[in-house]
Every structure is written in structure tokens, then in C-alpha cells.
């Protein structure tokens, strides 16, 4: 699930236990292709480096697997962008999370000045991408604009996660487990990007 999406308490602890590290490694040894593009949409970091796991271990292949997560990934950011575009106040209220709308409602007015910009610093950074997303469909920023931009910018983020996952894959269950760590990060040096960006 795409980060800024809520869901009941239930169905979050059901999404936590299906995208571990071990489960999603699990899901694409026995389903490769099957499996990996609905993955990618809904947890695009973590699959995309296990898609360079399983690289690693000849078990997938290099250029459909990136083909397939970055087109996950760009299906993910067009629902979020929809959301805020098309999804009117009370279903972006019903579906975000209060953290997700508040950035996206304080994002508005800079966007509209520095879309570009914002849409690729959002989205290299991962962390702050949600409430980016939304609120590029919020300025009704134009829909080829927006997917043109978020393609530039999401090709060089997966390869890099690819490679990751590649070079890395003996550690793989340590990326996931503190893939939290590794968030508050990539959210930190997002907002200070941003507030660099945004105070030109």
C-alpha cells in the first residue's frame, strides 16, 4: 500500500504481516512475474530491492523486472495524484492519513510555483512522496506533466534500488527490518530539500 494510504487497524496488521522482507522474498520465489507488478504497487521500495535479490540469485531477470516495478510504481503515484485531483476533500480525508493531507494542503501554494522541482525532490526522497503526489492532483498540475516528470525521476530511483538489492543481497533481511530507519532518514533530508528548495 502506497505510504499515506490508511486503512483499518486490522487490514494494517494483516498488510504488515504480508509485506515482510521474508514474505515478499517468499511471494516472488514461488510467483515471480505474477506477483511482482501488484507488489510493486503496493510496496515498491522493499519489492524493488528484493527484485535485485532474486536478480542476484538468477532466479529473475534484470530488464523485465525493472520495467515492471518502475510501471508499479508509476500505477501507485497516478492513484495517489488521482486521489487529490479527483478524489474531492471528504474521499482524500476518508483514504489519506491526517499527516498525508496536512503536507499536501502546506504544499499546495509552493507547488503551484515550483511543481517540477517539488514532484521530483518528493519523489526521490520517498518519504515525503505522498503527500507530493496528492497534492500535484490537488493544483490540478496536467496529468502528462505530472507522469512525465515522476518517469524521470522514478526510472534512476528503482534502478538504484535494483542495485541495491543486487549488491546487497546477502543482507537483505537487515534492509527490510530497518527499512524504518532508513525512512526517517530519507523524510529528514526530504524536508530540508524542500525548505532549501522552496526558500529560493
Known sequence: MPVGIRAPARWRQYLTMVFSPSNILGLLSAHPYAV?????IAEGPLVTIAGGVLIANSQLRFWPVLAIVVAGDLVGDSALYALGRWGG?????????QRTIKRATDLQDQFRRKADQVLVTG???HA???PVLVAAGMVRMPFWRFFTVNSLATLPKSLVLLCIGYAFHSGYAA???NMTYYIIVLLIAGLILLYLLLSR
Open 128 to 130: 515525503v512522496g505522498a
Open 36 to 40: 511482482l507488478l501488484p507488489l510493486a
Open 175 to 177: 534492509i527490510g527490518q
Open 123 to 125: 519523489k526521490l526522497t
Open 89 to 97: 476533500i471528504r474521499m482524500v480525508t476518508k483514504w489519506a492519513s
